[in-house]
């Protein structure tokens, strides 16, 4: 089977940033390639009742320091934003519109948004930032400004949100390979053996 | 730093059986010890407003199959119990009764407790049934069911659990070394790695 591996995730989500980081070479190797896919997590976590990492009593506290080991282990640029989580809403559909022009151009736009936000700690919340970021990879920022306004899109990621929790996404990030799912940046090496196996 | 490497879990959890298996191997070949420290998770869960996995919609379904795989994989015993999760108080209280007399043979208990439970589908939360296991270990059985009931083991049991949440401890399984947690089956890779650099 060849279809395309596909990589759920919100813009606001660290363990995303840290899979992204490796997921492209990781499927590349087995010959297959990946669909990013942006999704409002929290559309995912009504369904489930869930909360942001940071709101929950120790599991927060946790995570703050997961985040700040996994940058270390992984040799990632990381500065923990003031403001966090934050509606990715822009992000995402810009993200869609980049992709329908050029899937290389739109990963290289996304990985931008992980790192200004969460390498840098510079908020990507506003169409303004969204359209600077879109700015460095080949777009027109003004019209990356107004994708986040266009219809088409907004309609996108909410179809898109809509889909990956029909097919069973609850969390950020989500890899679907042939059907099957797997949870969390902790979740690659298992990928990789399905991949590898073609199932099991 | 050679203090023994702390392993809190509760023995209704699936992700503590996967983890059970392979810590003490993979600890002692840093020449360190493991300390098993059963646990009451729902305890830790009030802490973080959690439930059990399997009551949340989409993660739930998720898991079950996540706990088949995971079984394939370590080519361990899988058979999920019709009763789940369950109360854990007769277990735990008995192996730290057992601990206190023989670590390694409490360790063979904890293990019979987690394949009798996840392996073959057999409900462990009665203190009849958790006698009949320590009976396997060199332990009397009526001894070991008269340990359920000992004020001494209720007390150990309720203190190990609050000492564990003050640690952070939020999750099955949960590991700590040298003051540093570890959350999860899928973090033993991370655990190996601060034992062998000895931090980082």
Not at 86 to 107: C, E, G, N, P, S
């Amino acid at each position: 089977m060849t279809d395309p591996v596909e990589f759920y995730f919100d813009f606001s989500s660290p363990y995303a940033y840290f899979a992204a980081h490796k997921i492209d070479d990781m499927v590349e190797g087995f010959g297959r390639t990946v669909d990013w896919k942006p999704m409002m997590l929290g559309a995912a976590m009504k369904v489930t009742s869930g909360l942001p990492l940071v709101k929950y009593p120790l599991k927060g506290d946790y995570c703050r320091a997961d985040w700040d080991r996994l940058a270390r282990f992984q040799e990632l640029p990381w500065s923990m934003p003031e403001n966090f989580p934050i509606a990715t809403l822009a992000a995402a559909r810009v993200f869609y519109w980049a992709w329908d022009q050029d899937h290389a151009k739109a990963k290289a736009f996304g990985w931008d948004c992980f790192t200004t936000f969460f390498g840098k700690g510079i908020d990507i919340s506003s169409r303004e930032q969204i359209g600077e970021i879109a700015s460095r990879h080949g777009f027109s920022a003004d019209d990356a400004i107004a994708a986040t306004n266009d219809d088409v899109y907004k309609a996108r990621v909410k179809d898109e949100t809509e889909a990956a929790v029909e097919k069973g996404v609850f969390g950020s990030p989500f890899v679907i390979v042939d059907g099957e799912g797997f949870w969390g940046a902790d979740r690659l090496w298992m990928v990789k053996r399905w991949l590898r196996a073609g199932g099991w």
